[in-house]
């Protein structure tokens, strides 16, 4: 996991919520404070497959389009992503408790939903199989952590949470713009869209 941005020491009785934008062996997290009027604590790059196993990254690739044979290979590259991802996001988790902050939920924003199953084309299928992967080790390690998670698809995030936010979803993007200019460092759909994920946990933990 690379060094955090902007992390600041919070009242011990705040509630935060963090936000995961999951792509293809990393992930956006945002640390959110505040339902009303959210700010960020804390935007990283958080690692989900091995740097040290390259195809670790994209585990299901053989080469491009191509998938990966099913067997022993394919089986330690998908375990190596298990067991480093989920050390990833659970060490961030801790480190924000230790740090005081009160977590109420975690919201994934994925690319798709869609069963890889039920997809016809090869290449599209092998990159469902790995965004359904490296979205299970953002789940799983989080419900292992005690976090409640919530998952949007990301096509859908803006206009859904306008919504629940009362906001016209131009509003929301200026307002979600607005939230990374404290943050040194990125401030990319990637970090924004975790920001809005985060927000709708907060929001849905206030309301009870």
Known sequence: MDAGRNMRQRDPRSRAAIGFTVKSGWASAVLLIGSASPQVAESRR????????????QPYHA????????????????????????????????????????????????????DPERIANAHIRIHALEGRLFRDVVEVAAGRSRLT???????????????????????????????????????RAEEKAAAVAAWLVLTDDARG
């Not at 958080?46 to 990254?57: F, G, K, T």
């Not at 067997?71 to 190596?80: M, T």
């Not at 131009?170 to 404290?182: F, H, K, N, S």
């Open 149 to 187: 998670c919530s998952i949007w698809r990301e096509r859908d995030l803006y206009a859904l949470a306008a919504g629940v936010l009362n906001q016209s979803e131009r509003e929301l993007r200026a307002l979600v713009t607005t939230l990374g200019r404290t943050v040194s460092g990125s401030w």
């Open 46 to 57: 958080v690692e989900l497959s091995d740097p040290a196993i390259p195809d670790s990254r």
């Open 63 to 114: 080469g491009f389009g191509t998938a990966r044979s099913t067997g022993p290979e394919l089986s330690e590259l998908v375990a190596s992503v298990r067991r480093f991802g989920g050390q990833s996001v659970a060490g961030l988790i801790r480190r924000y408790r230790k740090a005081g902050h009160d977590l109420c939920g975690a919201g994934v924003v994925v690319g798709s939903l869609i």
